[in-house]
């Protein structure tokens, strides 16, 4: 893309980032990226994974160090050497995993490394008078002696910006704030940074969730293969308009057309709760062929009650049934055994080995299959990968270690584990979490072919779209309690964050 | 991945190479990540070749031999529990207890029931040590270290009580030339069971699911659980077979000493824990094998005795195993950084 006509025209005391280059070995990750922050605005940058977002906040945050490329910051040049340096500038980030010390108070936290002192001890009361202040300031009403640790994720970050405000940032990065945060928690989030741009903090935003971006962003700029290839003058740009600059294609078609469901019910779930009550009295059914969708909020107990129906936590009432059979969950392996299978939330910690093979990986949950009789060859697993591999499609090789593989690579991997077996039962927790807008199509068409070889599948995920493009119908959880199924007819947007909300 | 495969001639040599692949892979999943310490191993023994006259002998290797067969078969049970992403700092402890039970149920002074009662009494209490532990992680939830250091504890004051802290002296000739009567020549009963027993374990954890699904637990225990394996049944499992090699060791030892006393294997557990990290496992769990673990249990017996042939002190030795311990982790380190 050409440079930014506007760029450098009216000057400014803000940012001024100009033709930044970055390579790993053989690997440009940045080429000659230019955009500018002005003081008291917030510049949403966007773009799939790898596309560079990353890169370039490490570089103005001063962990990364650019190969070529100048930095302007409040009319002076700028290259931090070091995180350090960049805060002592006037420059923080906000990284996407909380860097928090668990045991230590959120006072303790905010001033970590510049505790106040006097007469050689710390400074307690000046130092929790002070945090109290700051976080007074971004609305927050938490006590500074309180451990980290047992704060919500929400009020984990506040303490976090507030640490930010108390070392004078005038510039904040934004690496995914709300990946973590439920609906109001969002909107608190927002609102302290209107009130700080108003003051003359500028931001960078980075984020997935397109639909927050033309609430929150006044300038958009949009990245793909360490390029910038897109900056809008204005957020409120359509969503579709943005997809099809990040993936450079046009995006006709994002999700798969659905066949129809068969008659057999192979899931029928009964009155089914937890011991911790997160969710209570939950009834549905699936049907062979048939997509299941479960929307809700953060914290609804969507993930906790197909944890369950896995095996992977206990039960204390209720009932769930695999093709008529009643299956008793008492751990991952009878379910399996039953024919229930799932993907989890948490593709990293829950569903892949990184560090070993792809053919390992996909042999971890079928070496009843792979070695019948308890020996495990490694041409049997070779080829029982290669198998796995070209069903779904993974971009690599069986001895090809899980961590080299992109994010939707990996679901592919953790769906082809199970697909052979085959399951009666699928259940795809958050399936495209951290997944590539582009490499997200594909994971859709997977469901909707394991949906047509004739399983059930359950699909829980946060991205309303996705739930309903994908569902045959919605079932709608809030604190715990079903609220409605709704048929793929009448379940829209608002009719499913009614029962959300309510 | 396309490949294309278009041409059949083409395909034939893909074919070929692709065997040449499987078995280089095989090879290597053999040494796994063992390919620095055992570059380590060759150079040390070719060093001491060069400076000693007496290191490269039949005489000479027959001892290092014989020195690492206790090191070596508490390693075996070590590679597993590490594999998993655990650690047993009790293996000392329970050598030695296992060792003064069967002294107590074996010997004329004390139950005079015969060396196999004792040997059996041996192992099981052994086994029971580790079951123990095995069950103070999956049950209590106590991380492994604490689990195994109160083990530790236990164990030697156990060993203690059963005589009050003497040692007992004096077992039947077979039971100790089977460490000494050298077989064709050249293999003891005890070097020859810490070869089978490695041949067995490097087996199990390369070909049979179980073996397999430990590095699956080592990796993410979570990810095991979600696939289906008994994570817990397997760790207490993991446990308890390394408490039974580390009561095997103490039998060795006593044939070897033909004596027990309680305080014998102080501090074997560090010893065992540093030739399976030498060997290129990692204590966060995933990565290792009795092939490494083997090569680190050389590389400690070959350097013992090497140093031992040059003169040197022993308080230097020490200092030089600490040297090499670091030495075989930050190259391994380094080298999975550079990858």
Request: hydrophobic share 45%.
């Amino acid at each position: 893309m050409p440079p930014d006509p506007h760029y450098g025209e009216s000057p400014h005391n803000g940012l001024f980032v100009s033709g930044l280059c970055k390579s790993y070995g053989p690997v440009q990750v940045l080429a000659d990226a230019s955009f500018e922050v002005r003081p008291g605005e917030v510049v949403a940058l966007l773009g799939e994974n790898g596309a560079g977002k990353s890169t370039v906040s490490n570089i103005i945050a001063g962990s990364t160090k650019p190969d070529a490329g100048t930095i302007t910051w409040r009319g002076k040049s700028y290259s931090p050497a070091s995180p350090a340096a960049a805060i002592d500038a006037g420059v923080g980030m906000i990284h996407q995993e909380l860097k928090l010390l668990p045991d230590l108070s959120v006072a303790e936290n905010v001033y970590v490394g510049r505790l106040p002192m006097r007469g050689g001890r710390i400074d307690r009361a000046a130092m929790n008078a002070q945090a109290s202040a700051q976080l007074k300031r971004l609305g927050l009403d938490v006590s500074p002696e309180r451990k980290v640790r047992t704060l919500r994720i929400a009020a984990q970050q506040q303490v976090e910006i507030a640490k930010a405000l108390t070392l004078n940032a005038e510039l904040l990065i934004f690496d995914e704030p709300t990946a973590a945060l439920g609906g109001e928690e969002t909107e608190l989030l927002f609102k302290q940074i209107r009130k700080l741009k108003a003051e003359g903090m500028s931001f960078i935003y980075i984020s997935h969730r397109l639909d927050e971006i033309a609430e929150i962003a006044d300038r958009v700029v949009v990245m793909r293969d360490g390029r910038i290839v897109a900056r809008h003058e204005r957020a409120d740009i359509p969503v579709r308009t943005v997809v099809e600059q990040m993936v450079g294609r046009s995006v006709e078609r994002m999700f798969p057309q659905l066949s129809p469901p068969g008659d057999q019910t192979l899931l029928a779930v009964e009155n089914l709760s937890s011991p911790e009550k997160s969710f209570n009295n939950v009834s549905f059914s699936v049907r062979a062929g048939e997509i299941l969708g479960i929307a809700g909020l953060i914290g609804a107990g969507r993930t906790e009650l197909v944890r369950a129906i896995a095996g992977a936590d206990p039960i204390s009432s209720g009932s769930v049934r695999v093709a008529g059979k009643p299956v008793h969950l008492n751990g991952p392996a009878a379910a399996i055994k039953a024919g229930v299978v799932l993907v989890p939330e948490d593709r990293k910690a829950q569903g892949v080995v990184l560090d070993q093979t792809i053919g390992e990986n996909l042999a971890f949950g079928n070496f009843d299959h792979v070695a019948p009789k308890g020996w495990v060859f490694p041409k049997a697993v070779q080829k029982f990968a290669e198998a796995g591999i070209s069903r779904l499609g993974v971009k690599g090789k069986p001895n090809q270690a899980v961590s080299k593989l992109s994010g939707g690579n990996q679901q592919k991997v953790i769906i082809a584990k199970w697909v052979s077996r085959p399951p009666k039962v699928f259940i795809l927790d958050e399936p495209t979490r951290g997944i590539d807008v582009g490499a997200r199509a594909a994971i859709y068409d997977v469901i909707a072919d394991l949906a047509r070889s004739g399983m059930a599948v359950v699909v829980v995920s946060s991205d309303l779209e996705e739930v309903l493009g994908l569902s045959h119908r919605v079932l709608v959880l809030s604190r715990g309690r079903q609220r409605g199924i709704l048929d793929r007819s009448e379940a829209s947007n608002v009719a499913v964050m009614e029962l959300a909300t309510s | 991945m396309a490949v294309s495969n278009d041409t059949s001639d083409l395909k034939g040599g893909e074919l070929k190479a692709g065997a040449q692949a499987a078995t280089a892979a095989r090879l290597s999943a053999l040494f796994a990540g063992t390919m620095g310490p055992l570059i380590g191993l060759v150079l040390l023994c070719l060093a001491l070749t060069l400076t000693t006259d007496t290191f490269l002998t039949v005489r000479n290797i027959l001892n290092v031999l014989d020195q690492i067969t206790v090191l070596g078969i508490m390693a075996i049970g070590m590679t597993l529990v590490i594999l998993i992403g655990g650690i047993d700092l009790s293996v000392g402890s329970v050598l030695a207890l296992a060792a003064m039970v069967m002294g107590f149920v074996a010997h004329p002074d004390y139950l005079n029931l015969g060396m196999p009662a004792g040997i059996v009494a041996a192992l099981v209490v052994a086994g029971l040590c580790g079951l123990v532990s095995g069950l103070l992680v999956t049950v209590t939830k106590l991380p492994p270290f604490i689990a195994t250091l109160a083990m530790m504890s236990v164990a030697r004051g156990l060993g203690n009580m059963i005589t009050d802290g003497s040692q007992i002296v004096g077992f039947p000739d077979w039971f100790t030339s089977l460490s000494i009567t050298r077989h064709f020549g050249f293999l003891s009963v005890t070097v020859g069971l810490m070869i089978v027993l490695a041949i067995i374990f490097a087996i199990f954890l390369n070909y049979r699911a179980t073996g397999r699904s430990l590095y699956a637990i080592g990796g993410s225990a979570e990810v095991a659980r979600l696939s289906g394996i008994p994570v817990k049944s397997l760790t207490n499992w993991v446990y308890a077979i390394c408490g039974v090699l580390a009561g095997l060791a103490g039998i060795v030892l006593a044939a070897r000493l033909d004596s027990v006393q309680p305080s014998s294997g102080l501090g074997y557990e560090l010893d065992t824990i540093a030739a399976v990290v030498i060997g290129g496992a990692s204590l966060s769990g995933g990565v290792g094998s009795i092939g490494g673990t083997a090569v680190g249990v050389l590389i400690i017996g070959v350097l013992r005795n090497g140093l031992n042939l040059l003169g040197v002190s022993p308080f230097i030795q020490q200092v030089v195993i600490g040297v090499v311990i670091a030495l075989a982790v930050a190259t391994d380190t380094w080298r999975r950084r550079s990858q």
